[in-house]
Nanobody, 118 residues
Framework: QVQLVQSGGGLVQAGGSLRLSCAAS????????MGWYRQAPGNQRELVAT???????NYADSVKGRFTVSRDNAKNTVYLQMNSLKPEDTAVYYC????????????WGQGTQVTVSS
């Protein structure tokens, strides 16, 4: 199995920054993708950013140029640096990991609230 434990989040003013962290444990070498999703009340969970174990990244158009996803393979940790935050970034942010060999294949952290005030 894979376990994901998140830290970070909180309340910031528009234009501010936050950094989220997510540490993975368990069958670490089965993970090929890690990243972040978010969900606001009444909305579907949406992709924010992902990174593969070879360093390829993918971002939602709404966060390109503002958010940066990175991965420390030695620490089995993925980060999300969020700059120039906007009120529409307000959501619960979930750490995500994908494994091609371990059911259920997608694994989730506990979620952390990010609130951006205008």
């Amino acid at each position: 199995q894979v376990q994901l434990v998140q830290s970070g989040g909180g309340l910031v003013q528009a234009g501010g920054s936050l950094r989220l962290s997510c540490a993975a444990s368990g069958s670490i070498f089965s993970i090929d993708v890690m990243g972040w999703y978010r969900q606001a009340p009444g909305n579907q969970r949406e992709l924010v950013a992902t990174t593969t174990n070879h360093g390829r990244t993918n971002y939602a158009d709404s966060v390109k140029g503002r958010f940066t996803v990175s991965r420390d393979n030695a620490k089995n940790t993925v980060y999300l640096q969020m700059n120039s935050l906007k009120p529409e970034d307000t959501a619960v942010y979930y750490c995500y990991a994908h494994s091609a060999i371990l059911t259920p294949y997608s694994f989730w952290g506990q979620g952390t609230q990010v609130t951006v005030s205008s």
